[in-house]
Every structure is written in structure tokens, then in C-alpha cells.
């Protein structure tokens, strides 16, 4: 199974400041064929479920603001909030999608 | 609008039987791989499992936790996945979502979420 390592598993960042949150995988997730990591992050705030921010490690999902920010590729990835915003709070969470058993990391948690 | 809605959470003993629902609506499900992904309360997000299309043989594939005693099926005409889950344990206690993975992204639509509680 790919185990998905997040850290840190929270943060406190001030509002207008950055927010890094990173992700690595135990084996690659980048499909080579494809040239496509299989790598999405997710933000879940409380009672609700997850919503799909970034999918292929960098492509953000129509309707969500630009300060959000995916990058890297094969085990290692970044999820970038440039200004974190107040409805920003939330948890994060990055996913592979390549191989099943599809796993999660364990989620940051961000606070102001 | 795309809408997933989960029901047939509840209350059950361990060692029971639970059959969840996901009836779909809003796109074209018989051609969506639908998957299962549970949470406890204050915890992480885990995949239970998933089902491919007819056009994929309808392959299902599980979670280790899960399985030999979790059954996911669909039926396309009534646009509805299913959770059939046996043998549950304590562990299992979890709201579960229902979502579809399209080919062009990670999961993009979620149900609401049902709770299941296993205890005695």
C-alpha cells in the first residue's frame, strides 16, 4: 500500500500570511505514460464533507481561489495557501489516486 | 446539479449486518467508478473500497480493513451504489460518504454522509 505522509499536522498562520503544507508518498504517484502525478488535495471543515481543491498535484478545480496552490511531482508534494483567508480554516488532506488501496495522509489542520 | 445521498446508517451490534445506499443523480452514473470513503468521528479520511463501471467489468476493490466482510455493488438503473457490510466491528464506526472518481480528477462530488454506529 502507498502510505501518504503529511506534516505538520497543524499550523497557525496569521491571516494575509502563507500556509505550506506538505505530502510525500512512500513509492511515486507520477504515471509515467501520462506525464500525471495522481495526487489531489482535499479541505474539509467541520460537518461537512471534503471538497476537491487541487487534482494532478497542480490543477485547481473551477471555483476555487487562486491563493490555493499545488506543486511537485513523483513522492513528494506542496499544498500552498498564499494568504490564508479566515474561511481558510479547515483541514487539509492530500490523496493518490494511482493504485488502489487509494489512501489519504493524515491530515493538517489549519488555524489562525 | 450532481448530487450523491447516502442512507441506511444506524445503530448496530457488533457482529451485525448494515446495508448502506447511494442513489446519484445529476450525470451519467453507469459510467462512473463509485467509491466509498469512511471517517470516525475525529479522525482521518479512509477509503472503503470501490466500484468500476460495466465497461470495466464492474471491478470492485477493497480496503484491507474491510476486506472479506464488505460487499460494494451497484445497480445502473436505479442510478444506486451500495455498501453491504458484515461481520462489523466496533472500529467501523464511522460516518461514510459515497463520491465518484471521474477520469479528469480526484474526487469531485460527495455525498453528505451517513453514520453508522457499531456497539452493543
Known amino acids: 500500500d502507498i502510505v501518504m505522509t503529511q506534516s505538520p499536522d497543524s499550523l497557525a498562520v496569521s491571516l494575509g500570511e502563507r500556509a505550506t503544507i506538505n505530502c510525500k508518498s512512500s513509492q511515486s504517484v507520477l504515471y509515467s505514460s501520462k506525464n500525471e502525478n495522481y495526487l489531489a488535495w482535499y479541505q474539509q471543515k467541520p460537518g461537512q464533507p471534503p471538497k476537491l481543491l487541487i487534482s494532478?498535484?497542480?490543477t485547481r478545480e473551477s471555483g476555487v481561489p487562486d491563493r490555493f496552490s499545488g506543486s511537485g511531482s513523483g513522492a513528494d508534494f506542496t499544498l500552498t495557501i498564499s494568504s490564508l483567508q479566515a474561511e481558510d480554516v479547515a483541514v487539509y488532506y492530500c490523496?493518490?489516486?494511482?493504485?488502489?488501496?487509494?489512501?489519504f495522509g493524515g491530515g493538517t489542520k489549519v488555524e489562525i | 446539479e450532481v448530487q450523491l445521498v447516502e442512507s441506511g446508517g444506524g445503530l448496530v451490534q457488533p457482529g451485525g449486518s448494515l446495508k448502506l445506499s447511494c442513489a446519484a443523480s445529476g450525470f451519467t452514473f453507469s459510467g462512473s467508478a463509485m467509491h466509498w470513503v469512511r471517517q470516525a468521528s475525529g479522525k482521518g479520511l479512509e477509503w472503503v473500497g470501490r466500484i468500476r463501471s460495466k465497461a470495466n467489468n464492474y471491478a470492485t476493490a477493497y480496503a484491507g480493513s474491510v476486506k472479506g466482510r464488505f460487499t460494494i455493488s451497484r445497480d445502473d438503473s436505479k442510478n444506486t451504489a451500495y455498501l453491504q457490510m458484515n461481520s462489523l466491528k466496533t472500529e467501523d464506526t464511522a460516518v461514510y460518504y459515497c463520491?465518484?472518481?471521474?477520469?479528469?480528477?480526484?474526487?469531485?462530488?460527495w455525498g453528505q454522509g451517513t453514520l453508522v454506529t457499531v456497539s452493543s
Open positions: 463520491t465518484r472518481l471521474p477520469i479528469t480528477s480526484g474526487f469531485d462530488y
Open positions: 490523496q493518490q489516486y494511482y493504485t488502489p488501496p487509494l489512501t
Open positions: 494532478w498535484a497542480s
